[in-house]
């Protein structure tokens, strides 16, 4: 599994968010100040647990990835 380097939550960080999350002792800004995340952070991460899915996805735009996208910029580089 791939990390990016300025991931500010790991695997673990995640599944401690829903742990802690699920035993309703923990609000969300109580969970935001302790990992030094923002709010918006703290949900986005609560609605990805929701489907059991922690692990950070890869952000690679798959449109870089396709052949279309390939041709056509080669075309523009030979243009020039």
């Known amino acids: 599994?791939?990390?990016h380097k300025r991931t500010r939550l790991t695997l673990l960080d995640r599944q401690e968010i829903w742990r802690l999350y699920q035993t309703r002792l923990w609000k969300v800004v109580q969970l935001a100040e302790h990992f030094h995340v923002s709010r918006p952070t703290i949900y986005d991460v609560l609605k990805r647990?929701?489907?059991q899915e922690f692990t950070p996805r890869n952000s690679t735009n798959?449109?870089?990835?396709?052949?279309q996208y390939g041709l056509k910029?080669?075309?523009k580089v030979e243009q020039t």
């Open 1 to 3: 599994m791939n990390i």
């Open 49 to 51: 647990a929701r489907l």
């Open 62 to 67: 798959q449109r870089f990835k396709t052949l």
């Open 73 to 75: 910029r080669l075309a």
